[in-house]
């Protein structure tokens, strides 16, 4: 993390998360990306930061970001019970919107790298058509092994912002390893094709309010209940921390 970004930070489980609303830091990136900054931002939830405390070598990746923000009100929870409050939540598919809206209005370009190829394909033309002045650098799904032909068109097209939707560890790992490549917005943002295509449906306003995201995306995917049972394993890790700070 640069030094703005250590000063302002909520350390929730030994990661370092960047306190800031999302008008502030939408500034932030903006400046980022205007003067060519390479930038390598990480849209983390609880289930990100318990992967991180299991896996120490991704801790490490993630912990070498640029800024780490907190996507899921399990972490501005987690924040409040160490009497440590973040700002506000800044979620990884609102900052993916305003970021092409604003580099539409800007005439930026961005290279999209995720999700089934019948999504990307979906993607791109729904940016085609609702972004028009934003220039569509390159377009990769997420099933691929050998990443050296995305790096190289990468490298040739110079993109402003690279988003990288494959799903956590393998988004962070991806721009961690090939980031040198471009001076640009590397940001790792799991399922947000899937929500901008209508693929997935995002819940409605009411239970965003409530923060209830969650449990919408149970409701309409039980799959995911699984998914569920490291939210109280991350409170009761939180609670411990809460704890051990006390002795």
């Given amino acids: 993390m640069d030094n703005q970004s250590t000063t302002r930070t909520v350390d929730i489980l030994g990661i370092p998360f960047f306190n800031t609303t999302e008008t502030d830091f939408q500034e932030i990136l903006h400046n980022k990306i205007n003067d060519h900054t390479n930038t390598f931002v990480v849209t983390a939830n609880p289930e990100i930061v318990m992967y991180a405390k299991a896996n120490p070598r991704y801790a490490e990746l993630i912990q070498s970001a640029d800024y780490i923000i907190p996507d899921g009100i399990g972490i501005i929870m987690g924040a409040k019970m160490l009497k440590t409050p973040l700002q506000e939540r800044v979620t ?12 539409n209005a800007h005439q930026k370009s961005a290279f999209f790298i995720g999700a089934q190829p019948a999504v990307i ?10 972004y028009p002045f934003l220039t569509i650098a ?3 799904d997420g099933y691929f092994g050998d990443d050296r032909n995305i790096v190289r068109d990468i490298k040739r097209t110079k993109p402003d912002m690279v ?3 494959t799903g956590y560890p393998k988004q962070e790992e991806f721009i961690n390893k090939n980031r040198s490549t471009a001076d640009a917005l590397w940001i790792g943002i799991g399922g947000s094709f899937d ?5 997935v449906k995002r819940a409605p306003k009411s239970w965003q309010r409530m923060h209830l995201e969650w449990l ?32």
């Fill in 195 to 199: 929500v901008l295509t209508g693929t």
């Fill in 216 to 247: 919408y995306r149970v409701v309409k995917e039980p799959s995911r209940f699984g998914r569920l049972m490291v939210l109280p394993k991350y409170l009761w890790q939180v609670i411990k921390q809460k704890y051990s700070r006390k002795k």
């Fill in 163 to 165: 988003f990288v939707a």
């Fill in 121 to 130: 394909r979906k993607l791109k033309k729904a940016v085609q058509e609702n």
């Fill in 92 to 103: 990884g598919y609102d900052l993916f919107v305003h970021l092409l809206e604003w580099g």
């Fill in 138 to 140: 390159g377009t990769h």
